[in-house]
Antibody, heavy 120, light 108 residues
Framework: QVQLVESGGGVVQPGRSLRLSCAAS????????LHWVRQAPGKGLEWVAL????????NYADSVRGRFTISRDNSENTLYLQMNSLRAEDTAVYYC?????????????WGQGTLVTVSS | EIVLTQSPGTLSLSPGERATLSCRAS???????LAWYQQKPGQAPRLLIY???TRATGIADRFSGSGSGTDFTLIISRLEPEDFAVYYC?????????FGQGTKLEIK
């Protein structure tokens, strides 16, 4: 079955960096686009970034463009999110999710999330 | 950016009743690329509907989606106890993708 397991969350000071990982199994990783979606404590869902199946096309939310970078390693079945210049408002649970298609389809399977707390 | 506005913010109903949730977009949603998700406390979201009206794998047929352009609806025909949760709509046809703010479906 499809499994997505996020890791790398934790407490980080404002202005610092953090890299999240998402290990995938149960499907042909290189055939699907992948998303990052976040949820601040007690708030709604916010789409963060998307990467196509081959890593060539990437899209970002305005709130993270220029600070966050999405990438993938199809040989390791792993998705990444490099987060730089972190701000308090980046505090959230970060979910990785598989697209229904090779590109920008709706996220169909989700991991359980990893919590990022940005605080001094 | 397409802004999605969901209504009502909270819906109070009893098991067995019919629930109607609305999602209105600030611009036309490309190709009907509108999805609905259910989220329960402490859990990841679950995809219910994609392409505005297609049920995802394993989703009960009491869930149905409709709409096009800027107005979309999720209907739960007969509420079961496990349906009480928060529901989000999402458009994925234009970048950046966006979510609505959610509708909380609570037991009356």
């Amino acid at each position: 079955q499809v499994q997505l397991v996020e890791s790398g969350g934790g407490v980080v000071q404002p202005g610092r960096s953090l890299r999240l990982s998402c290990a995938a199994s149960g499907f042909t990783f290189s055939d699907y686009g992948l998303h990052w979606v976040r949820q601040a404590p007690g708030k709604g869902l916010e789409w963060v970034a998307l990467i196509w199946y081959d890593g060539e096309h990437k899209n970002y939310a305005d709130s993270v463009r220029g600070r966050f970078t999405i990438s993938r390693d199809n040989s390791e079945n792993t998705l990444y999110l490099q987060m730089n210049s972190l701000r308090a408002e980046d505090t959230a649970v970060y979910y990785c999710a598989r697209s229904r298609s090779y590109d920008y389809g709706a996220p169909d399977f989700w991991g359980q999330g990893t919590l990022v707390t940005v605080s001094s | 950016e397409i802004v999605l506005t969901q209504s009502p913010g909270t819906l109070s109903l009893s098991p067995g009743e019919r629930a109607t949730l609305s999602c209105r977009a600030s611009q036309r949603v490309s190709s009907g690329y509108l999805a609905w998700y259910q989220q329960k406390p402490g859990q990841a979201p679950r995809l219910l509907i994609y392409g505005a009206s297609t049920r995802a794998t394993g989703i009960a047929d009491r869930f149905s989606g409709s709409g096009s352009g800027t107005d979309f609806t999720l209907i739960i025909s007969r509420l079961e106890p496990e349906d009480f949760a928060v529901y989000y709509c999402q458009q994925y046809g234009s970048s950046p993708q966006t979510f609505g703010q959610g509708t909380k479906l609570e037991i009356k």
